[in-house]
């Protein structure tokens, strides 16, 4: 999602004489809530731009950004939002928890860390970031189906207004509605384009 912020700065600045940023569409999740289907991606991977992230706040009318504790920018997320001035209300904040979190009370700990590094009281979606637990001694449905009791109690207080998982499949989707009472709203994946190209052999 990064290379937005390189296209929008190709952009004529006449676009943005109006005042008004673009509007970006949004999708309804299950819960009724609506989520932007256009974000700012964060990564570990990279380096992080803080003048990026502005840019892409005030300028390309972005309201949506992804990030994770892994990633190790959310305290750099929230000094960039503070500067572009943008109301908490019109942003989605989302984020991941880790598996070295994973678990019933340590997830909920998380959370309240993650909010406090992005400097919010709630967050719009929280995503639990992988399906393998690596707790030893139980088995990585046992933790996930704990994890995701505590995302369900984090829900119900309003912590996050959305909770669901990334890259899980669907024998691990299968599992948590078996063993648990709110379905995910989300399911993040990652797909990699692949482009194939086709080269005529040379006359």
Known sequence: ?????????????????SGKALRVPTVPLSNGL???ILGLGT???????????????QKCGIRHIDTAKRYGCES??????????IDRADLWI????????????????????????????????????????QVPGKSSREVRAETWQAMEEL?????????????????????????CQITPHVNQVSILYV?????????
């Open 155 to 179: 829900y119900e207080k309003g912590i996050c207004k959305s909770i669901g998982v990334s890259n899980f499949l669907i024998e691990h989707l299968e599992q948590l509605r078996e063993d």
């Open 76 to 85: 750099l997320l929230q000094k960039a939002i503070k500067e572009s001035g």
């Open 94 to 133: 989302t984020t991941k928890l880790w598996h070295a979190d994973y678990g019933y009370d340590k997830t909920k700990q998380a959370c309240l860390e993650s909010c406090n590094r992005l400097g919010v009281e709630y967050l719009d979606l929280y995503l639990i970031h992988w399906p393998d637990a």
């Open 195 to 203: 482009v194939l190209i086709q080269l005529s052999p040379p006359n």
């Open 34 to 36: 609506n989520i932007p």
């Open 43 to 57: 990564s570990h991977q990279g380096g992080y731009s803080h003048e990026a992230v502005v840019y892409a706040l």
């Open 1 to 17: 999602m990064v290379p937005l912020v390189l296209r929008c700065r190709q952009v004529r600045m006449s676009t943005w004489e």
